[in-house]
């Protein structure tokens, strides 16, 4: 197997630090994310000492950043001169609407910006490399949005907790979907990752208050939540990490491009309105506009 650089954002915990392993026992050069030092440099001795690979390194940024995702950047840059397989998987749940402090609501400037400032700052990294891979990480609910107009993407006129969650994830597949459409799989390969649920900190955060539940379910909770906590007892986070690893680095996907990852790591559909074509380039129109002017501020 020929050893990949390969960048997880929020690597330090969860489905991110399960991956991050997985693939670090694959003997991949691992580079992990996350916003606190301490936290990180203990993901890292975790994975290093499991893995038995010393090659596992960190950046710190926060995500909702964009100062921050630009220095992310820079000491990247300064350290590697190319990048296998680039994986967004950070994540957060927002019960009630916040913006950034670049005054993004906060779902938007993590799930769909963020990967995609990325993914542009890193593009000439990601050419150097021979069959480069794009993977975000995306999450069933998206499917839970069946009509959308993107006159409101930032959530200014409705907003509820996991519904956000869900539609950024669906944000982030349609612009995924449209670069793999323009771009060649020999260049770089563009894949979607379903990891399901599983028992992480970001899934007891989103039950822990029912603002973050759509309206329908809300009477349901007391009924609902024994039962999700039950399943998730026996999701592990290993497992979600299964369609990460694969859509980072199997083989069969070589050439491939454009792809939706299921939970049981093997190829899938993700919903109908993911594969809208006029939404995806609408979408990509949307992403690439804010990111040329998030260049200009940080210029």
Known sequence: MNTKTILITGGTGGIGKAAALELAKQSHYIIITG???STAEKAVAEIQEESRNKRVDYLLADMSSLADINNLVEAFKSKYDQLDVLINNVGIV????QLSEDNIELNFAVHTLAPFVLYKELLPLLLKAKGAR??????????????HSLSDFQSEQKYMGMNEYGKT?????WWLYDLASSTSPHQISFFGADPGPNNTQLMTNAMQTGKSWPIGLR???PVVMPIMKSVLKNKPVSNGARSIVFAATAKELEGKTGLYINDKGRIGKSSKLSYDTTKQQEMGKVVEEMYHLTIKKLA
């Open 35 to 37: 916003r606190d030092k």
């Open 94 to 97: 927002a019960h009630e609407r």
């Open 134 to 147: 794009v993977v975000n990480v995306l999450t069933q609910n998206h499917a839970m949005v069946n009509r």
């Open 169 to 173: 994830k669906l944000y982030n597949l």
């Open 219 to 221: 009477i349901l909770r």
